[in-house]
């Protein structure tokens, strides 16, 4: 095909089906080099370059390489055009991963400036390495200027290797001896153009801010002011003095500027200690709320509980913790940190929300002015509900939770943003529904949440043929597994899902999330409009409930393989078999859900 000359303009289009086909294959770098040659050849098609970066950022994403995947990420929205079908979606990924790079970045980063202030061995290797990397540079920078120096050029098109002349600087004499390659039209064009192709037509912005954004940000802050910038090491009257601590007195004065933003000072380093207490903090809730990676938010959680001892964000972690073991259906762990919580923080709001939330929601908060802010922004979201300006409702919600989590409204804000998910049709605002009745039971948000799920159910019985809806002879063929009796886990997937793609996607998320279960994948069956795959060998039906809670969670991962729309379920053998014969998934669907309601 790529060699037919009328896919010339479908090449872009053809290395991505490749490059699908090599990761479902397992050749995932062979895949990385065939989208890049996809995106290089998709110059013209705005909607399949798109598509090819936000590829390179799911594969990056999904090996945890963060920064790569936000590269890619960010190459993907400069590229986006409005008429691409996933245009929000890809919006929404991108901000979200640009927030988690920042946290990511600024603990690491932190953590480094830390070490080097508090471990001599390694400052000095640090900066023996780069004294090492210095003289290389200069040594190779030598070594060009004797070519350059040596080079005899009569005519002005001539030069020494590699290094190009300026060819409109003729007429011999200097000019015609110089070795600057930014001279040359022709090497400008084709770094532009080598440019282009590894990242794009940018503008003259840069996504690596993020690299090294807290080290400017660092260095600015421990630096100390000077009134004469180019003498840094004598003040206003021209007195020498001595910028660096006692310690580092006898430091000789060529090695000075290794030491220069290093936070040896207590106050220097209890600031960056406070950034990785709040990005810690604010990482695992991006984990846990946007991404749905639950067991990565709570690692997050728990080194913020194991680092900062006496943090200011310690209750409402161990609430968070509470909440992702009772969605992972882990009830004894949710009980040590209730326990936890309670003996830690006896008075906090947090204890208070898991007791009677209908005591927080009442209680006067001695910060009035927050409280007045948290009231403007919840009566504002209310009333966008209320005009159908469900993403502005959203966008308030989520703005509010970014500075006053946990706050009295908190209930309230959920239930409206379920509200609004269900006027969007979004599969998560069901799931929003239960997890309210979790989180602030004996409340009348609870009672609401319950009601309208109920509702939500009749509903879907009305929407159902009259055959389902007065025979039930079709729900009652299938049979509650006994106790003892194992369960598989059944994904039902459209039909115009990609099976082999999802295939691979469970079978990687088998190995590095359940590793130890020895899980098979069964085989897929066509049902109707459906694809049936099995997943099967669990060791009781308690860890089959479990991966079903756990896959139900995963929608941000099945988005990422193109499927917008799947279920996750339960299923004995027995009515497996019935299913299988009688053909009818939704009926089976409805049973299930009936069951998992009672």
């Given at each position: 095909?790529?060699?037919?000359?009328k896919?010339?303009e479908?090449?872009?289009?053809?290395?991505y089906r490749?490059?699908?086909?090599?990761?479902?294959?397992?050749n995932?770098?062979?895949?990385?080099?065939?989208?890049?040659?996809?995106i290089?050849?998709s110059?013209t098609?705005k909607?399949q370059?798109?598509t090819?970066?936000?590829?390179i950022?799911?594969?990056?994403y999904?090996?945890?390489?963060?920064?790569e995947?936000g590269?890619?990420y960010d190459?993907?929205?400069?590229?986006?055009?409005?008429t691409h079908?996933?245009?929000?979606?890809?919006?929404?990924?991108?901000?979200?991963?640009?927030?988690?790079?920042?946290?990511?970045?600024r603990?690491?980063?932190n953590?480094?400036?830390?070490?080097?202030?508090?471990?001599?061995?390694?400052?000095?290797?640090?900066?023996?390495?780069?004294?090492?990397?210095?003289?290389e540079?200069?040594?190779?920078?030598?070594?060009?200027?004797?070519?350059?120096?040596?080079?005899?050029?009569?005519?002005?098109?001539?030069?020494?290797?590699?290094?190009?002349?300026?060819?409109?600087?003729?007429?011999?004499?200097?000019?015609?001896?110089?070795?600057?390659?930014?001279?040359?039209?022709?090497?400008?064009?084709?770094?532009?153009?080598?440019?282009?192709?590894?990242?794009?037509?940018?503008p003259?912005v840069?996504?690596?801010?993020?690299?090294?954004?807290?080290?400017?940000?660092?260095?600015?802050?421990?630096?100390k002011?000077?009134?004469?910038?180019?003498?840094?090491?004598k003040?206003?009257?021209?007195?020498?003095v001595?910028?660096?601590?006692?310690?580092l007195?006898n430091i000789?004065?060529?090695?000075?500027?290794y030491?220069?933003?290093?936070?040896?000072?207590?106050?220097?380093?209890e600031?960056?200690?406070?950034g990785?207490?709040?990005s810690?903090?604010?990482?695992?809730?991006?984990?846990?709320?946007?991404?749905?990676?639950?067991e990565?938010a709570?690692?997050?959680?728990?080194?913020?509980?194991?680092?900062?001892?006496?943090?200011?964000?310690?209750?409402?972690?161990?609430?968070?913790?509470?909440?992702?073991?009772?969605?992972?259906?882990?009830?004894?762990?949710?009980?040590?940190?209730?326990?936890?919580?309670?003996?830690?923080?006896?008075?906090?709001?947090?204890?208070?929300m898991?007791?009677?939330?209908?005591?927080?929601?009442?209680?006067?908060?001695?910060?009035?002015?927050n409280?007045?802010?948290?009231q403007?922004?919840y009566?504002?979201?209310?009333?966008?509900?209320?005009?159908?300006?469900?993403?502005?409702?959203?966008?308030?919600?989520?703005?509010?939770?970014?500075?006053f989590?946990?706050?009295y409204?908190q209930?309230?804000?959920?239930?409206v943003?379920?509200?609004?998910?269900?006027?969007?049709?979004s599969?998560?605002?069901?799931?929003?529904?239960?997890?309210?009745?979790?989180?602030?039971?004996?409340?009348?948000?609870?009672e609401?949440?319950?009601?309208?799920?109920?509702?939500?159910?009749k509903?879907?019985?009305?929407?159902?043929?009259?055959?389902?809806?007065?025979?039930?002879?079709?729900?009652?063929?299938f049979?509650?597994?006994?106790?003892?009796?194992?369960?598989?886990?059944?994904?039902v997937?459209?039909k115009?899902?990609?099976?082999?793609?999802?295939?691979?996607?469970?079978?990687?998320?088998?190995?590095?999330?359940?590793?130890?279960?020895?899980?098979?994948?069964g085989?897929?069956?066509?049902?109707?409009d459906s694809?049936?795959?099995?997943?099967?060998?669990?060791?009781?039906?308690?860890?089959?409930?479990f991966?079903?809670?756990?896959?139900q969670?995963?929608?941000n991962?099945?988005?990422?393989?193109?499927?917008f729309?799947?279920?996750a379920?339960?299923?004995?053998?027995?009515?497996?078999?019935?299913?299988?014969?009688?053909?009818?998934?939704?009926?089976?669907?409805?049973?299930?859900?009936?069951?998992?309601?009672n």
């Amino acid at each position: 095909m790529l060699k037919d000359d009328k896919n010339l303009e479908y090449k872009g289009q053809i290395y991505y089906r490749m490059a699908l086909n090599e990761l479902d294959a397992g050749n995932t770098e062979k895949a990385l080099e065939t989208l890049k040659i996809s995106i290089q050849e998709s110059q013209t098609d705005k909607n399949q370059k798109t598509t090819s970066y936000l590829k390179i950022g799911d594969v990056y994403y999904q090996q945890r390489a963060y920064f790569e995947a936000g590269l890619y990420y960010d190459s993907a929205n400069r590229v986006l055009d409005e008429t691409h079908p996933d245009f929000e979606a890809i919006l929404a990924k991108n901000q979200i991963v640009t927030d988690l790079l920042e946290h990511l970045v600024r603990i690491s980063q932190n953590d480094s400036f830390l070490r080097l202030a508090q471990d001599e061995s390694f400052l000095k290797e640090k900066i023996k390495t780069a004294k090492r990397k210095e003289k290389e540079a200069a040594d190779k920078a030598k070594e060009l200027a004797d070519r350059a120096k040596n080079a005899s050029a009569p005519n002005p098109f001539n030069s020494s290797p590699g290094m190009p002349v300026n060819p409109n600087m003729g007429g011999g004499g200097n000019s015609g001896g110089s070795s600057f390659p930014f001279y040359n039209v022709v090497t400008r064009k084709n770094g532009l153009t080598e440019f282009k192709r590894l990242f794009g037509d940018r503008p003259n912005v840069d996504f690596w801010k993020y690299a090294n954004k807290m080290q400017m940000n660092s260095n600015a802050a421990n630096r100390k002011t000077d009134p004469d910038s180019d003498n840094p090491d004598k003040d206003s009257s021209g007195n020498k003095v001595e910028p660096l601590s006692d310690r580092l007195k006898n430091i000789a004065q060529e090695d000075r500027k290794y030491y220069q933003g290093i936070p040896f000072e207590p106050k220097e380093q209890e600031i960056l200690l406070q950034g990785i207490e709040n990005s810690l903090f604010q990482s695992a809730g991006i984990y846990a709320e946007k991404l749905n990676e639950y067991e990565t938010a709570q690692n997050q959680y728990l080194s913020l509980l194991r680092r900062f001892h006496q943090s200011q964000f310690a209750p409402q972690s161990l609430y968070e913790l509470i909440k992702i073991h009772r969605i992972q259906n882990q009830p004894s762990l949710a009980r040590l940190y209730t326990d936890t919580l309670k003996t830690r923080f006896p008075e906090s709001i947090y204890v208070r929300m898991l007791d009677n939330p209908d005591v927080v929601i009442n209680a006067e908060n001695p910060e009035s002015e927050n409280n007045e802010i948290i009231q403007k922004a919840y009566d504002s979201m209310v009333l966008a509900f209320q005009a159908h300006q469900f993403n502005e409702a959203i966008r308030l919600k989520l703005n509010t939770d970014k500075r006053f989590s946990g706050n009295y409204l908190q209930p309230r804000f959920d239930f409206v943003y379920g509200l609004c998910l269900l006027e969007k049709d979004s599969a998560k605002a069901i799931e929003t529904f239960k997890q309210l009745v979790l989180d602030y039971p004996k409340t009348d948000v609870s009672e609401r949440a319950k009601s309208l799920l109920e509702s939500l159910d009749k509903r879907s019985m009305a929407l159902l043929p009259d055959s389902l809806k007065t025979n039930n002879a079709q729900t009652s063929l299938f049979t509650l597994h006994k106790t003892g009796e194992k369960l598989d886990a059944l994904l039902v997937l459209p039909k115009e899902s990609n099976i082999n793609i999802a295939k691979a996607m469970i079978s990687d998320l088998n190995k590095k999330e359940f590793s130890f279960d020895n899980l098979v994948l069964g085989r897929n069956i066509p049902l109707g409009d459906s694809y049936l795959l099995l997943i099967e060998n669990f060791e009781n039906a308690e860890k089959t409930k479990f991966y079903v809670s756990y896959l139900q969670q995963q929608v941000n991962l099945f988005n990422s393989k193109g499927i917008f729309k799947y279920q996750a379920l339960t299923i004995s053998q027995s009515n497996l078999q019935k299913l299988v014969n009688d053909k009818n998934i939704d009926a089976y669907v409805n049973w299930y859900q009936s069951q998992v309601a009672n």
